[in-house]
């Protein structure tokens, strides 16, 4: 049981270019989130789904898409990079409103 | 939208000392939950409070939510150099959690 994983764990852009973080889940749970964090500034939620072929927009969506094809998986995607994107992006998996977990997380620095 | 204050940023004890962290609302909270994140690490579900005056410990660990549920505070006993982290609460509303800043949290040896 491998819990939430992510991958890759760390990634270098260029301004401009795209790629696609992954986060799996062996839980089954129904909910699956996708976070960024900055210094000092806590967890801010991206996008949010609630189930399979669902997504939603959370506080700071701009600039990322999501798709959740299977329940397992949740991808987060930048089309076109930015600096302000340099972060730690988490990914966490719930029940219906219970705990998160938490994947290791993605650090990307974009240059 | 929503927001949950969460007080101090910064809190260098001696080993040994006590530390208590705060999570302020302007408005009533449905729940809380608190995490903690070791440096270089992920968020790390605690607990969760949802009754109103609940109180709840875990070992050295003490949390409290309000009266009004506005309000709710995590306190360490004696804190030890395991304890270093950073400590969130957050707000379950809905679907999603909404997290506050965090309370960062040094030990002396």
């Known amino acids: 049981n491998a819990g939430v994983t992510q991958t890759p764990k760390f990634r270098v852009l260029k301004t401009g270019q795209s790629m696609t973080l992954l986060c799996a889940q062996d839980m089954n749970h129904e909910y699956m989130y996708w976070y960024r964090q900055d210094p000092g500034m806590g967890l801010r939620l991206i996008h949010y789904s609630v189930g399979e072929g669902t997504t939603a927009k959370g506080e700071v969506p701009d600039g990322y898409n999501v798709s959740r094809l299977k329940k397992q998986n949740f991808l987060l995607g930048l089309e076109s990079a930015a600096p302000s994107q340099t972060s730690v992006y988490f990914c966490a998996s719930s029940w219906v409103q219970e705990t998160q977990y938490f994947g290791p997380g993605t650090r990307l620095l974009v240059l | ?109």
Not at chain 2, 12 to 32: A, R
Not at chain 2, 34 to 60: C, D, N, T
């Open chain 2, 1 to 109: 939208g929503q927001q949950v204050m969460q007080i101090p940023q910064y809190q260098h004890v001696q080993e040994g000392e006590d530390f208590t962290t705060y999570c302020n609302s302007s408005t009533t909270l449905s729940n809380i939950q608190w995490y903690k994140q070791r440096p270089g690490g992920h968020p790390v579900f605690l607990i969760q409070l949802v009754k109103s005056g609940e109180v709840k410990k875990q070992k050295r660990l003490t949390f409290q939510f309000g009266e009004a549920k506005k309000n709710s505070s995590l306190h360490i006993t004696a804190t030890q150099t395991t304890d270093v982290g950073t400590y969130f609460c957050a707000e379950g509303s809905s679907y999603k959690l909404i997290f506050g800043s965090g309370t960062r949290l040094l030990v002396r040896p």
